[in-house]
Each structure stands twice: as C-alpha cells, then as structure tokens.
C-alpha cells in the first residue's frame, strides 16, 4: 500500500484561511473546499490561533519565552562544544599512540 503525504502549509497560509473563517462570510466546509484543505485542519488552526491571540498584545511574555529558548540554546551549545573537545583531545591521543607502536 502506499504510504499517506502529509501536506505542509505556511503559517501564513493558515493565518489567511484562519482570518477567512472568523470574517463567518463562508462556512468551514466551503472555506475548506475552496483550498483542499480538511475542515479538522482549519478547526485546529483556529484553535491554535484563538488560543495564543493574547501573544499579540502581550510580547513581554513572547520576548521572555524566546529569551529562556535562546539562554537554553547557548547552554547545549556549550555543552556540545566542551564534547567536541574531549573528544578532539582523546583522537589526537590516540593518533600519537598510533604513531609511538607504528601501527598502521
């Protein structure tokens, strides 16, 4: 059997198809049908949007959000810099001891 493609849409394209339902000029199904898009999809963006709506008036909560991401972000970066080091450090070993037995 073959296997099902999932279909990736922009964050602007769900915001357009979003903003259209909650104008209520169309119903769900016809929105849906009009960009081959399933109803529960457009049910589940508009719960994702109405959701998070109060991020848009509150980016002291977005800016501190990313803030913790980034300050994460630096830590595992770090972390994983300190593992290519010791790691740098256990190869170069182990070159010389290659080279000291003449193993080849």
Do not use: C
Not at 21 to 46: C, D, G, R
Not at 85 to 90: D, E, I, M, N, P
């Amino acid at each position: 059997m073959g296997q099902k493609k999932v279909k990736h849409y922009s964050p602007d394209f769900k915001l357009k198809v979003v903003l259209e339902v909650l104008k209520e000029e169309e119903t769900m199904a016809q929105i849906a049908s009009k960009y081959k898009v399933f109803p529960k999809s457009i049910h589940n963006w508009k719960k994702q949007f109405l959701e998070n709506a109060d991020l848009a008036f509150t980016k002291e909560k977005v800016v501190k959000e990313y803030r913790s991401e980034i300050k994460d972000l630096k830590s595992e970066k770090e972390d994983l810099y300190k593992e290519i080091g010791k790691l740098t450090a256990k190869l170069s070993w182990a070159e010389k001891k290659i080279e000291y037995f003449d193993i080849k």
